[in-house]
């Protein structure tokens, strides 16, 4: 599901092989293209500033529409993910073949080559106080880039174990804060990704920052059993955390 950027009222959604469009915020959903792949939607992507602009992820292809999704274009084969840049909405990236990083700077049409890491690619995120500062998880490792993403460093050292790390949030006031999590905790750096730093020890499915005040940061919990599910929250980065039911379907939250 993608939410346009300017007008919350047009969102897409990819079910199965199908792409659907609301332009009145879900009272009434529009079938925009039917069988895609026979792999299904996995991702879609809509531009911020042109709600005609949507971009498809299914099967092994990434898939651009101009039109809206009546009519779409193979970008790539065996892509893996792509997202837009957060502050320059012309510039995209793609993660191709699991460990390249491609970059249009036309909204999709024109491509070329940025990186290529020696780890499977999981996520790459942008820094918005210095949008030439990227983050990237590559399985077991944190990779930071201070040139728009041209050269890396790792920051934190492989450190194998079977979970990856995963849902690395940016500070918004700050680029060498970040949190992160793996094995189902949550991590909170000052340092780049150097050390982490445990803020939550338990079953930790996904979080998420208040973008107005970082201390403050939400987390959906596992529970002791699959459907047990908890959301929890900190008002002081992690030091206390005490639990939300007011109004939330806790059962069943993911996200």
């Not at 792949?37 to 879609?44: A, C, L």
């Not at 992507?45 to 042109?50: A, D, G, H, K, W």
């Not at 999981?122 to 399985?139: G, H, K, P, Q, W």
């Amino acid at each position: 599901i993608s939410i346009h950027k300017n007008n919350s009222d047009i969102i897409y959604s990819g079910v199965s092989s199908s792409l659907s469009r609301t332009d009145d915020g879900g009272m009434s959903v529009n079938p925009v293209k039917n069988n895609l792949s026979i792999f299904g939607i996995t991702e879609t992507l809509v531009s911020p500033i042109n709600a005609e602009l949507v971009f498809v992820k299914t099967g092994l292809y990434i898939l651009r529409s101009s039109d809206g999704g009546n009519n779409f274009e193979i970008l790539f084969n065996n892509g893996q993910f792509i997202t837009v840049h957060p502050v320059n909405p012309l510039t995209y990236f793609v993660v191709r073949n699991k460990k390249e990083i491609w970059r249009s700077d036309d909204e999709g049409i024109n491509w070329y080559f940025v990186y290529s890491f020696q780890e499977f690619v999981r996520e790459i995120n942008v820094s918005l106080t210095d949008t030439s500062i990227f983050y990237c998880i590559a399985d077991y490792s944190i990779y930071r880039s201070d040139d728009s993403g041209y050269n890396w460093i790792k920051t934190h050292p492989y450190s194998y174990s079977e979970w990856s790390f995963t849902n690395l949030v940016i500070n918004p006031f700050n680029h060498n804060s970040i949190y992160i999590r793996k094995e189902n905790r949550m991590y909170h750096s000052t340092d780049r990704g150097e050390v982490l730093n445990e803020i939550h020890s338990f079953d930790v499915i996904s979080f998420t920052i208040d973008y107005n005040d970082t201390l403050t940061i939400y987390a959906c919990m596992s529970g002791n059993t699959f459907v047990d599910k908890n959301i929890m929250k900190t008002t002081n980065g992690g030091l206390e955390w005490f639990l939300l039911t007011n109004g939330f379907p806790v059962d069943y939250a993911f996200s």
